[in-house]
């Protein structure tokens, strides 16, 4: 097992916290914080423009996250790799620039897994291109996402499908290794929502033999700061594509008359970067590699596991998880106690879990369900904090009489 | 016996039965908390400028369908002025705008009175207030 809390300082600062929410943002080691505040610190510049040292300096480190991301997922260009705000911004971007391409009838397929950073989008292009958005569903007894039901709703009109590699609230994987190869086949555009895979995975797109249109994801979530968002794009599309935002920085020369824009990347980052939360994004990616994400996910797994067995015990107790998790996130209810009850209560006992319908209402709908209770393991992550929660979901039922 | 200040006997009762969630005609209004998915529905019958009858229905946590039923038993039988007037009051108080001892003389608001140290559940304390408060518009 792993043992890292003392790699993250806000453990040290609060003694007592079990902190199970890192599905909607992970702690920081000091690995990247240390980092990060010396940069500011020592070298601070814009970047790009400068001939000084310090910008010159700062625009090395910020290449050299876009090369380290660009590694990490197993991609060969990375000027392919774009940096936004968050995954929400990647997927809007495409939605609007991508987005301009597509026709009256055309087709997008979602799951109805999604996020609704990865759902809205592509609702609000529908309405406003007159495209039909399809949806394909999960299997509500095994909350599993069969191949079967994304390729049945494919016509000769599908021009997209946006896919979660992982659902934020069920832990479930979607088949997107084969939807991309069918996908490509079909010459289908393909963009993979990687906001709760790639924190928890080890993934090399080059060595699954997939190559995806558009791969989104966030740093937060993989211990960098919180306003870096990546957008993986196949080099020939984002070429084709239109800017998103324009002005500073994407250009290559402005006149009276005309903007030339400027090549990848930089086309699609117009304006000042978020440069230290993007060095950041470096730094994570090294701190995780540095521990190995294979163990991350075993280490997360094994967490899980033993979670949703002890509360699964626990009469009154509905878990919500494929039978073959892969990763940290447990979703559950408690009969009779309503899940944002249910996170007031555990927090008094200093235990950070998330409730309600955790930003994907149309599954939550899906399943009958008004909210679920959220806990998600992480690397920190250990067997007391898995026994802290069980204790306070036994405290629930105690302080409700039940 | 449970000393949790904000789960106590009261809200528990409140919570697991819920007053006045009845069928009855009336002015309605729907209120929801987007982030947690709280729903209520309140509906009122008014005569001669009076709330002759309160349905208050919840779906939601422990804090909001207290704070409804709750609400159902109070209003009742009040002016619409005095209705508005007790709404603003018992708002201000659970934003803890106003002294802890408020509302010593009516036990069920004291007891709610846990949320004004748990920014994130004012609001849905105040979900059924706003509601009736939106609902007593339509009479204007």
């Not at chain 1, 949806?135 to 599993?144: G, V």
């Not at chain 1, 955790?358 to 998600?376: G, K, M, V, W």
């Not at chain 2, 603003?88 to 007891?111: Q, S």
Request: glycine share 6%; with cysteine.
């Amino acid at each position: 097992m792993l043992d890292l809390k003392k790699d993250f300082p806000i453990f040290g600062e609060n003694p007592g916290l079990c902190f199970l929410d890192s599905g909607a943002s992970a702690q920081k080691p000091s690995y990247v914080i240390d980092f990060v505040a010396d940069f500011y610190r020592k070298t601070y510049a814009n970047i790009h423009r400068g001939v000084y040292k310090q910008s010159w300096e700062t625009t090395v480190l910020y290449d050299k996250a876009r090369e380290k991301t660009a590694e990490f997922l197993g991609v060969d260009s990375p000027e392919s790799i774009i940096f936004t705000k968050n995954t929400t911004e990647s997927i809007n971007l495409v939605a609007y620039s991508f987005g301009e391409t597509l026709k009256e009838g055309d087709e997008i397929i979602v799951s109805i897994m999604e996020h609704h950073a990865n759902f809205v989008p592509w609702q609000r292009l529908a309405e406003k291109k007159s495209l039909k958005l399809k949806i394909a569903y999960i299997d509500r007894e095994s909350l599993i996402l069969p191949l079967e039901n994304i390729t049945k709703l494919i016509t000769d009109k599908t021009k997209l499908i946006a896919l979660s590699m992982c659902s934020n609230v069920l832990g479930t994987i979607s088949p997107f290794v084969e939807v991309c190869k069918i996908a490509e086949e079909k010459g289908i555009k393909v963009l993979l929502d990687g906001a709760q895979y790639m924190p928890h995975h080890k993934i090399n797109f080059k060595e699954l033999g997939i190559n995806p249109d558009f791969v989104v994801f966030s740093g937060h979530k993989l211990c960098a700061f919180d306003g870096v968002g990546v957008l993986y794009g196949k080099k020939e599309v984002l070429e084709e594509m239109e800017p998103f935002l324009t002005g500073g920085d994407m250009i290559e020369s402005v006149s009276i008359e005309k903007t030339e824009f400027a090549p990848l990347p930089n086309k699609f980052e117009a304006g000042t970067p978020p440069i230290g939360a993007v060095i950041s994004l470096l730094k994570a990616i090294e701190y995780l590699e540095g521990i190995g994400l294979d163990k991350i996910e075993e280490h997360e797994k094994t967490l899980a596991k033993e979670a949703i067995k002890r509360i699964k015990e626990i009469e009154g107790v509905h878990v919500f998880a494929p039978e073959r998790i892969s990763n940290g996130i447990v979703s559950f209810t408690i009969d009779g106690i309503h899940p944002h009850d249910i996170a007031t209560i555990l927090a008094e006992d200093n235990v950070c879990i998330r409730a309600g319908m955790h930003c994907a209402e149309p599954l939550i709908t899906y399943l009958n369900q008004d909210s679920f209770a959220r806990a998600t393991f992480y690397l920190y992550n250990d067997l007391e904090d898995v026994e802290r929660l069980v204790k306070a979901v036994k405290r629930c039922k105690e302080v409700f009489k039940l | 016996m449970n000393i949790d200040p904000i789960y106590q006997e009261v809200i528990l009762d409140h919570y697991k039965n819920p007053r006045n969630c009845k069928e009855i005609d009336g002015i309605s209004e729907k209120g929801h908390n987007a982030s947690c998915g709280d729903k209520v529905e309140v509906i009122a019958k008014v005569e001669d400028g009076k709330l002759k009858d309160l349905s208050v229905c919840t779906k939601g946590c422990a804090i909001c369908t207290a704070s409804g039923s709750i609400m159902s038993e109070r209003v009742k039988d009040m002016s619409i002025e005095e209705a508005e007037k007790f709404i603003e009051r018992v708002k201000k108080y659970l934003k803890g705008e106003l002294p802890e001892e408020e509302f010593d003389e009516i036990f069920e608001l004291k007891a709610l009175s846990g949320v004004r140290r748990l920014p994130v559940r004012i609001k849905c304390a105040l979900l059924p207030w706003i509601t009736l408060e939106n609902t007593l518009k339509h009479e204007k």
